[in-house]
């Protein structure tokens, strides 16, 4: 097998060349190769410089992420870094796309970096639930001062090639290609007679218990219960006290640690499934239609969401509204967003403009989407208006054109159905904000063509979004699988729980808000308008919590009342507990006979994830989601479930599915209609299976 490392010489100057498809990763193979090249190097009188390279659109994407977990090949990455430092002559690096982990810490270890326009620079190993692992911990402090340090390790951040330039990191800003700026600066180091310049026998950083302190404090409330970020900041205070041979060894002990928690492979879980939900045995060899012309019909909250989530995405958008004041309305909406994109720093004022003055128009007619390559309904939640929405882009629309519903619930077949083009109509369910929130639910009736899946697929990578596969049912996967575990909440608050008790056990588990705050935050008159539409067809086994109902009939409906499960003051930040709420539960629970029981803050969160977990294991079992990993995503991305824990299926996983499965069934023992164990999970748990094992069955022979 060849090696992934070239070595040539140029000039006088041995350029080494990491050739490792598609992201240069650091695997076993690059490690020895770039070994051997630099001991190459500092025996080949003909180079007296070397420029080392990756081949490719990035320099190094950090070390393989597949390897952890397995046993370690010499050289470690660590050992490798200190041996590219102690390299007798200078080496260069040239940085393009991305220098990360790993990667960046190859490149702390040559004595010079040039960094090319556009490239980031950057250590996200917090990220995937450890720390930078050889040196960067050590290095990044010497060269760029602890505090900008504390800025970008425990936040698995990255800068920009010309901040690298301004903080020190990169000695230079490079024109042209990687290698001919690697070269020109090799060579005008050798005129200079410039020495190796080891960055790990620089100084020390200051301390600075304050700033350590600080942030400290900041990732501890900002990511509840992550490790990582913790242990990274002992690290960098590490590289204020000791020498560097000191520092890699504390830094490799804390490295050490956090390889073995729950947490690393709850990250890393998380991170290669993200990248699997658009890997579906059915779009295998299937090719994509073009999209670059969208129609976005409603220019509401969503409608304006997707057109600018669209038009960041680079594709031109028309939005059509039905009169010019509510399209004047969507217009001013959508410039705000994109307003807000710039003064974030994500969009250039510039490429606002062109967008504003080019790629987005309102209209009023639906003619104007006569060219359109797909258009998105997101007008109102009613399946006669959506019906008769279709019936005009039917019409007007051309042939091959996609044509897609926003619907959260509706029946997207039925929709289909009332088209001439059934193949052609998918769901495509985007979750508020639009422009902020990545999740996209491609939801897919039988009707739909293959292609039309891949193109729902390729526009949610065009618009930066993670799509996950749904089949159609009320509330898709995520909304679903959510009106489970709330109804597990209500279930607690008529045995005896309060909604703040159960808000705090949630909150503590790791979500963002527990289902009482994010009730408030929606709007109650959500929940009352679902209980109001099921209410038909409810099972009269199933309770009612009469209390939420009471709460909306008194125009409590959350933050935007003022008074929901919470009282919300005039510029407090979250809202304080009402004990009139609780009456009103009381009242409830008296009035539906209900016995009173105190629940422990463990109690809550066993509960609320097995009612998850539960409903979860009927939406596979329907195929409306077709793998575990894809559960998972949609929690990740839709719901704030924290990354830390992988996901719901693999935290069922890692809690082990027969002690699920046995407290599940000790609840139907009390709560027969609700508690119903699903058979998927009874069958997973007689066969000794996980839901990893569905994964690794399913995405064996996925595109
Ligand atoms: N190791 C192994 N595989 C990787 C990988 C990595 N580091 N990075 C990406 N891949 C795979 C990915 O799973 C996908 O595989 C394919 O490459 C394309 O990825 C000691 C220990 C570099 C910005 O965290 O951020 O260094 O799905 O679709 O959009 O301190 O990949 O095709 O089979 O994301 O062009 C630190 C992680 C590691 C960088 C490119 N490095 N990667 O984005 O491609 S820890 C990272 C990324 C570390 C040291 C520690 C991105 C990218 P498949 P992609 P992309």
Known sequence: MTTPVSYEIEDGIAVITIDNPPVNALGHAVREGLWQAIDRFAGDDAAKAALVLGEGKLFLGGADISEFGKPPKEPSLPDLVGHIEAAPKPVICAIQGAALGGGLEVALGCHYRVAMPGAKLGLPEVTLGIIPGAGGTQRLPRLVGLKKALEIIPAGGSVAAEEAVEIGLADRLGEGAPKAAGLA????????????????????????DAALEEARAHWARR?????????????????????????????????????????????IHAFFNERKTAKLPELKGVTPRDVSRIGVIGGGTMGSGIAASALLGGLDVTLIERDDAAAEKAQATVTRTLDGAVKRGKLA????????????????????????????????????????????????????????????????????????????????????????????????????????????????????????????CDGFIGNRILSAYRASADRMVLAGASPYEVDRAVRAFGW?????????????????????RRATT?????????????????????????????????????????PEVLDLIEKAREAQGASRREFTEAEIQRRYMAALVNEAARVLEEGIAQRPLDIDVTFLYGYGFPRWRGGPMHWADSEGLPALLA????????????????PLLKRLVAEGRSFQDLNDAQTGDAA
């Open 185 to 208: 600066y090799a060579r005008d180091l050798v005129a200079d007679g410039a020495a190796p310049h080891p960055v790990g026998t620089l100084p020390c950083p200051e301390a600075d």
């Open 223 to 267: 990511n509840r219960g992550e490790v990582a970020r913790l242990a990274a900041i002992d690290a960098i205070e590490a590289a204020c006290a000791r020498d560097i041979a000191d520092g890699m060894a504390e830094e490799r002990r804390i490295f050490q640690e956090m390889i073995d928690t729950p947490q690393r492979a709850g990250l």
């Open 349 to 472: 004022e510039d490429k606002r403009d062109a967008i504003l003055s080019g790629a987005f128009r309102t209209a009023t007619e639906y003619d104007a989407l006569s060219d359109a390559d797909l258009a998105v309904e997101a007008v109102f939640e009613d399946m006669d208006v959506k019906t008769e929405v279709f019936a005009t882009l039917d019409r007007v629309m051309k042939p091959g054109a996609v044509l897609a519903t926003n619907t959260s619930y509706l029946d997207v077949a039925a929709i289909a159905a009332t088209t001439s083009r059934p193949a052609d109509v998918i769901g495509l369910h985007f979750f508020s904000p639009a422009h902020v929130m990545k999740l996209l639910e491609v939801v897919v009736p039988d009707t739909t063509a293959p292609e039309v899946t891949a193109t729902a697929f390729a526009l949610a990578k065009k618009m930066g979004k993670t799509a996950v596969r749904a089949g159609v």
């Open 512 to 532: 963002p808000m527990g289902p009482y705050e994010m009730g408030d935050l929606a709007g109650l008159d959500i929940g009352y308008a679902t209980r109001q």
């Open 538 to 578: 409810r099972d009269p086994r199933d309770i009612v919590p009469t209390w939420a109902d009471e709460l909306y009939h008194l125009g409590r409906l959350g933050q935007k009342t003022g008074r929901g499960y919470y009282i919300y003051e005039e510029g407090a930040r979250g809202g304080t507990e009402d």
């Open 663 to 678: 407290d599940i069934e000790r609840y139907a023992e009390e709560d027969p209609f609700f508690w119903q164990p699903a």
